[in-house]
Nanobody, 119 residues
Framework: QVQLVESGGGLVQAGGSLRLSCAAS????????MGWYRQAPGKQRELVAEITDGGTTNYADSAKGRFTISRDNAKNTVYLQMNSLKPEDTAVYYC?????????????WGQGTQVTVSS
C-alpha cells in the first residue's frame, strides 16, 4: 500500500528555516526520482525540487540557492531544507515521485504539510 507522510511544516518568520521530511512506504523508493511540490491558496501545484535515484538535484528558480533536497534510501525518506524563507513560500508542501504515483483511484497524494511564512 502506497503511503507518503510529510512532516516538519509550521509557522516561521521571513528569513527563517524549516526542514521538511517525507517518509515513503509501499514503493521501491531507492529507484524513484522524488520531488517536493507545493500548492499555495488559489494556485496550481508546482514542483519545487527533485532528486534522482542517483542523487542529481534540480530546483525551480524560486527555490535555487535557498532550498536543498536530499534523500536517505535506508530510511525511505526525502528531505527539503528550506532557508531564507519568504512569505511567498507559504503553501502546503507535498512529496511525490516523478512522475506522480498512480494508485487504483488515480494520482496519489499524501496529506501534505503546511508551511506559513510571516512577514
Amino acid at each position: 500500500q502506497v503511503q507518503l507522510v510529510e512532516s516538519g511544516g509550521g509557522l516561521v518568520q521571513a528569513g527563517g528555516s524549516l526542514r521538511l521530511s517525507c517518509a515513503a512506504s509501499g514503493i521501491l523508493f531507492s529507484r524513484k526520482t522524488m520531488g517536493w511540490y507545493r500548492q499555495a491558496p488559489g494556485k496550481q501545484r508546482e514542483l519545487v525540487a527533485e532528486i534522482t535515484d542517483g542523487g542529481t538535484t534540480n530546483y525551480a528558480d524560486s527555490a535555487k540557492g535557498r532550498f536543498t533536497i536530499s534523500r536517505d534510501n535506508a530510511k525511505n525518506t526525502v528531505y527539503l531544507q528550506m532557508n531564507s524563507l519568504k512569505p511567498e513560500d507559504t503553501a502546503v508542501y507535498y512529496c511525490n515521485a516523478i512522475p506522480v504515483l498512480i494508485v487504483p483511484r488515480g494520482h496519489y497524494w499524501g496529506q501534505g504539510t503546511q508551511v506559513t511564512v510571516s512577514s
